[in-house]
DNA sequence: CAGTGGTCTAGACCACTGC
DNA sequence: CAGTGGTCTAGACCACTGT
């Protein structure tokens, strides 16, 4: 026995033209993926893994910080270093900005966090008007002003997305759509309400790591990507009416899409 | 004037709390933000950001690694550090996998790819009988065999994913879905041949940070994301026909989607 | 308080790149 | 060859957590 520092560590392979730090991060990997290491389990700490592979801080540490960019383990200050806990995973429906649920008077993210026993929250709302991106415009197909309307949404007090609504101003303007609060059924049953019918939304995914604020504002661990979703909400002539912009935490969610066969 | 090491960097702020390293990201990342330093163009070196801020290896080196964990620089060892080129994006359509274009001859992948001017390549082909795992056997609703087809495919000679399709060896045993290659239209073609019709397609999307081996496959650079899809194909009753696991280059790719409002 | 991770220094040697 | 980043050591001091 050699103080094995639970977990069944094995040894270096000094042999190995592998990095030293790269073969601790390998064993503590494989403990993960074995579960030997499970789920919200803590790691074992830096000065027992110097004792057990016999090597300086820095080299335990970089081994660590492998596992950080992979999002396998988060660390926590005081405390130690941890495997990351997988928290429970929306998956959001190809069908969510179906008609009936605007007729329930359910905005799509409070409707499909309530039908999935989440409590849903809304904060940071600001709403204004805007001079739009040149992005913007172009798929609003505007030269003017837009009604920006910006927000966070948290599930069960956890902020899992941000996103900004532009509206043509044309559109917007003197409607309930400027209101922070603009009813039930959200922007879109209002939109309905004015006469403009919904036909179709289109919606491009990206993935990409968070820039610094919006790791803050979603509170995302390291390792852990954003999607950055551009849905256009185009009326039943192919007009667009609106542009959502929007980025979650992409260990709340799994996205879901109907692909049509012809 | 004190050999500003190019791109105007400015000085540390001694009376902040914000740790060193970060302060010096924060000024790098800014730079690149605002397009002093662009696309492809070397950051200072270590020894020069040595000289500049006055502090240690370490610390030029963590604020480095900051960067690459958010995507935004590549380290070339003997070179230098880059921003991180933005290779062209390719846009996934919501109808690629439409009839019409097995109807033209193109397996998904090759259609999308020539559509947008590039050349398509596959690489690494393996088709074996597996036994599935329980998710896929759940999606496939069977208890028996799949014949499962991975490969690897590259645009213009870089790898942008990897996929694997699971069909149940009952369809495709004995037919020219076990070749490595199935011929024109791809497996969906020959799918239809066989006498199933093809419904439609659901698509699940993940994204995460690759693990090591998916890393290597796809040579993704630290800081870059994969997408993970599974896509299920569904004949016209409903009927799973099809299973397609797909792990993607996040900076190769937008998935594009069209939503009903209904 | 002891134990944890966070930051930083000052060096060393190595491996890769390009002239 | 000089210049670059990659790895590693051996320390130091700090900040946070929990007892």
Redesign the interface.
């Known amino acids: 026995m050699d103080g094995d520092v639970r977990a069944g560590l094995g040894h270096l392979d000094s042999t190995s033209d592998r990095a030293v730090f790269r073969q601790i991060a390998?064993q503590l990997?494989d403990a993960i993926g074995r579960g030997r290491l499970s789920e919200g389990e803590q790691l074992p700490s830096e000065a027992q893994l110097i004792d057990h592979y016999g090597v300086a801080r820095?080299t335990v540490r970089n081994a660590i910080?492998v596992l950080q960019?992979?999002?396998l383990v988060v660390a926590e200050h005081g405390r130690g270093v941890f495997v990351r806990p997988r928290p429970p995973v929306r998956?959001l429906a190809?069908?969510?900005?179906?008609?009936?649920l605007r007729e329930e008077g359910k905005a799509a993210f409070i409707a499909e966090a309530e039908q999935a026993g989440s409590t849903p929250a809304v904060d940071n709302i600001v709403i204004r008007e805007e001079r739009p991106s040149p992005d913007i415009a172009a798929r609003l197909n505007i030269k003017g002003k837009v009604l920006a309307r910006h927000r966070r949404c948290l599930l069960d007090g956890r902020p899992v997305e941000t996103a900004t609504s532009f509206i043509p101003l044309e559109i917007a303007r003197g409607t309930p759509i400027t209101d922070p609060n603009p009813g039930p059924g959200g922007i879109y049953a209002r939109l309905e309400e004015l006469g403009y019918h919904?036909?179709?939304?289109?919606?491009?995914?990206?993935?990409?790591?968070?820039?610094?604020d919006e790791a803050k504002v979603l509170l995302l661990a390291?390792?852990?990507?954003?999607?950055h979703l551009i849905?256009t909400?185009y009326d039943t002539d192919d007009q667009p009416l609106e542009v959502c912009d929007t980025v979650m935490a992409?260990?709340a969610y799994?996205?879901?899409?109907?692909?049509?066969?012809?």
């Open positions: 390998d990997r820095m910080q960019a992979e999002g998956r190809a069908d969510r900005f179906a008609r009936r919904l036909g179709h939304f289109e919606e491009e995914v990206r993935a990409r790591m968070p820039d610094p390291p390792g852990v990507p954003v999607f849905r909400a992409t260990d799994i996205l879901s899409y109907r692909l049509p066969a012809r």
